[in-house]
């Protein structure tokens, strides 16, 4: 192995161990209907599997989603928001947060 051929290995191997681990967003979550009125349920459960996200709330109603950042994630139909996680909580496009319980 020449010297080049190791630096390039190694930097490669360090940019790969230097992103961020996505954040744990599993759980179970309350909304808090300020400003606007939950439309996605009272209460919803979150389980994740590295930065993909699989949401359920209480009616049996699911949607898919993927952790964008390590502060922003996307959630699909049927509720189509996009979300920042701020102080123990998500807050969302549509004008609700849910918390962590």
Excluded: H
């Excluded at 009616?59 to 952790?67: F, L, R």
């Excluded at 922003?72 to 049927?78: A, H």
């Amino acid at each position: 192995m020449t010297t080049s051929t190791f630096l390039i290995l190694a930097a490669s191997t360090f940019a790969v161990s230097a992103q961020p681990a996505a954040p744990n967003l599993s759980g179970n979550y309350r909304c808090e209907p300020e400003p606007d009125q939950c439309r996605t349920g009272t209460t919803v459960t979150i389980t994740q599997n590295g930065k993909k996200l699989e949401l359920k709330n209480e009616k049996g109603e699911q949607a898919n989603g993927e952790v964008t950042s390590n502060i922003s994630l996307d959630v699909g139909g049927p509720w189509n928001m996009m979300g920042v996680i701020y102080d123990g909580a998500i807050e969302w496009s549509n004008g609700t947060k849910w918390r962590k319980q």
